[in-house]
């Protein structure tokens, strides 16, 4: 949520900076902004995306090998031009970007009114801003001490990064709870809420921690200091990361390529972790702590948006398979309610990002219980990743739409191998049943890009839902999870209200809404439930409802109700969330394709949440 990108060295920072920006946008895209040090502060700011901004300073005096850049996802104050960052001290001298929520900025903004300084904004930071101008004045401060004085009166989460006139051979840099890495290049540095701006530049980075301030130089050197003033050693990280997988490949969108790369992601996800030929599982983090997590009491999940819907699936997964309960739990449920989790419980947190503040505060506050933390987090060195007592990355790649697919399937991927290890270790399923599931997950890659070879059929299909203003997913068992991810894909990126229900609990609801006018996309492929969920879509019919099942390949009867079918190929039950939730990708997509949605940065969202 929120954007920063700055830069310090020999070469022109504007272009770095609009670049950085433009990879950074799906974070927030309602307004951007940067501010050039060339002598003067030079701040040039827009509402809208990045390319608004480039249009606005087009033919201004951008020169300056000192930037910073920001793009935004409001929350104080309306996305326009004045709240943009970078915000600027009264005096001038200071310019500061932003990431996260300064909770105190009402009472900070009081005070420093009383002592004089007019604000221009609706946002929490531009009191940061006012605030550190009024200590480093006060007892003529270098910035970094400021700043530290400053962050010792601030409630909230950070990620900052600031500017000072008058010394023009340094960036300040400071986190909590928000992001901020830092890229170490030949005599230049490049700041970043995440490694994407900076992969090109250099593969040396820092990842900032809470409550550490950062001092980088033009010199080349750096310090890391905690708020509490104690220098820090910091620890340089290699990025594993390659510049063409933040690159549409020759896709129209990101998301498209997202959903194609499917069949690769999740052959990476099992890569070194399952061998069916040799029949075992070996998932790293889990070995760690093996009997700590086959000994668990319970499992808790906490998750947000798509990944809860991949802790259902796990729900599903590990209590049939592994006969452990689990319980998934919204992350912002979890952490404000009282809840009850001990020593002898697991907490996963499942979490494309690795930095949704809500889930971080669900596993701080389970950590401080004393339970094992668990993270399934696909970004490599994210704040989840690195509080968690043992995890597992899904290895993904970069997820650049803000409606997660390959992460989703990713999760589900690694969720399945967790189950199947854990039943097998808890001998909860026969040998030979272990050994057929591993042989059919094997084979789910295949099956995957069978599915995919639909799109046509599910672009046509899609032409009978893009003007409807309402639409119904059902799914049963292990669907029921995928009829909600279904749901939130359409509602996300075409602006189409969609509900998902478990099948058999329409009947106390949804019915009501059901006419020739709803469309209801049946995901009809359980093999336990076959008959219920055929009399369900009896039911849809029954009242005109338009219904669209996604069947097993081969099927006869639902095919022969449901006004149109998508096949996907056989699989053990477990495992058809990984292949039924893709028509359902490609089904939004082109919905919203049609409906001329922006499908990679849908309105108001943004991928990252770093605030809750
Ligand atoms: C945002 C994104 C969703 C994502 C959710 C949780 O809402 O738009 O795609 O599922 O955050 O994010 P996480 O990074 O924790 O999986």
Known sequence: MCGIVAYIGEKEAYPLLIKGLKRLEYRGYDSAGVALLNGDVNVYKKKGKVQ???NHAQGAKKNGTLGIGHTRWATHGAPDDLNAHPHVSGDGRLALVHNGIIENYALLKKALEKEGHVFHSETDTEVLVHLIEEIQNRDNLPLEEAIRIALTRVVGAYAIVVLDKNDPNKLVAARKASPLVIGIGENEFFLASDATPIIEHTKKVIYLNDEEIAVVRRSGSYDIRTINNEVQAPFIHELDMKIEMLEKGGYDYFMLKEIHEQPTTISDCMRGRLNADEGWIMLGGLEEHVNRITKAKRIIIAACGTSWHAGL???????????????????SELRYRNPIITEDDVVIAISQSGETADTLAALELAKEKGALIYGIVNVVGSSIARITDAGSYIHAGPEI???????????VTLLTMMALSLAHKRGTISTSYFQQLLNEMSNIPKKVEKVLESNKKIEYIAQE???????????????????LEGALKLKEISYIHAEGYPAAEMKHGPIALIDEEMPVI???????????????????KARKGLVIAVVTEGDEVISQIADYTIEIPDTEEPFTPLLSVIPLQLLSYHIALMRDCNVDQPRNLAKSVTVE
């Open 52 to 54: 608004e901004l480039v």
């Open 313 to 331: 699936i796990a729900e599903y997964l590990i209590e049939d398979l592994a006969r452990l309960p689990v319980e998934v739990e919204y992350a």
């Open 401 to 411: 739409g803000v409606a997660s697919t390959k992460a989703f399937t990713g999760q």
């Open 465 to 483: 839902i893009k003007d409807k203003p309402n639409a119904l997913y059902l799914g049963r068992g292990y669907n029921f999870p995928i009829a």
């Open 522 to 540: 049946v995901i009809a492929t359980n093999k336990s439930a076959y008959d219920k969920i055929a009399s369900n879509i009896q039911e849809v």
